[in-house]
């Protein structure tokens, strides 16, 4: 990092990794993602089998049973696994296997961090795995971000990840996951940091599907106040989005990941969310998608707008069938107003979230402080200052003709950055009337042609 901010990532050393971007217990296929390779063969086949039978989740027998059944169904497909059969065979759930598969992970990684017990998995993302830990020598629940081995392979890749880690280790904020140590056991890279007890956005949306408008506007409002401390000192997040947002207890919102090294280019890392339901590339910024290196506080309000728009509404902004798809839609599509999908939501809110999610830097938030501010007004029932709005007349004109009971009669659109007399009410008042006046002179004029 020069500037304090945290450089692109150049190199790749493994492209199209799969990321598990859903819960960990969605993960289906176990081969997926190269990090799977040391969770499978015939090693690993007996760790299982081992901890399975001493759960007391299968009895010996059928453990031989199964094992008889991968040796010879590997005479056809060489590749077969006791996890696949158990799961075939009915033996274990989904969830059980993966539970097995957190323990057994999180014991032999116990092993490779000294100073730290490692309790249990918390899940897994497209470049590490995190665990909960105790530190032993401040007895403390910290969580713990793995690295797999084929990333240690990159030189360059690794001195990013301690430069940004060390730099990340200085913010102080009481909404960012606090970063504590970057170090190396064996041939394994870790990020400790700040364990947050609770969820991430990301499993609130799946659960609640839509969240509602104030408790919204109160956990952005906390990620617009990291991201000021975090952009005030020169750090870009450049992946903001409902997994990296920790819900805490109480209300305590904590953004992850900050100073984390990536692997990938940001469109790179987007494209191998590949058909992932809640995926980066619904989040990207169209500055990532076009590969723009220098990137400002924006790229991280266009990610924060599209959270915004997903917890709100329930829907991700742009949907697509390929990543790709979605990522052209980022830079072509108008959005389809928030409040169009959510009736319920206030004007204001969904000004705010239209001016995160402008195609161009320049028509964004100037700054998260900027953005706060309007929060703050919203929230105490008054219109936002930055992301006045203006009257849409082709709304007007609808709610003339009547409405539809999906979309509220008038719609305020957001005006270009900045304050607008066009917020102001009696202006808007006056431009409602306008348009009502030339409606009705268009009417006039046409009964008389
Ligand atoms: N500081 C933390 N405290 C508690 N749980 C955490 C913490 N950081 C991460 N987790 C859990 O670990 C999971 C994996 O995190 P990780 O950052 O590796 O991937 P991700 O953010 O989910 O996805 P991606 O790799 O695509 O960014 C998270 O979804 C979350 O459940
Ligand atoms: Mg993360």
Redesign the pocket.
Known sequence: MNDGTPSRPQDTPQKGHG?D?GASSERSDPTEDSRESSRTGPGFDTVIGRTIVDRGLVTSDELDEAMSIVAERRKLEPATTLPSILLEEELLTPKQLERVRGEVEADSTSQRIPGYKILQK???????T?FLARQLSLDRLV?I?VLPKRLSASESFIERFYKEGRAAAKLNDPNI?AAYDVNQAGEHHYFV????DGE?LYDRIKRERQIDEPEALKIVRQVASALKHAHERGFIHR?IKP??I?LGKAGKVKL??LGLARALTDKEAAEAEAGRAYG?PFYISPEQIRGKVELGPEADLYGLGATMYHMTTGRVPFEGRTPSQVMHRHLRDEVVPPDHVNSRLSPGTAQIIEMLLEKRPSDRYGSASDLIEDIDLVLAGKSPLHAGGRVDLSSVAEALSGGTESQPAIKLRKAPRGNSMFGEPVVLMLMCLLGLALFVILLLVLNQA
């Open positions: 990321g971007n918390l899940g897994a993302g497209a470049m590490a995190v969580a971000k996951v940091m700040e364990y947050v991430t992946d997994k990296n920790m992850a990941d980066t």
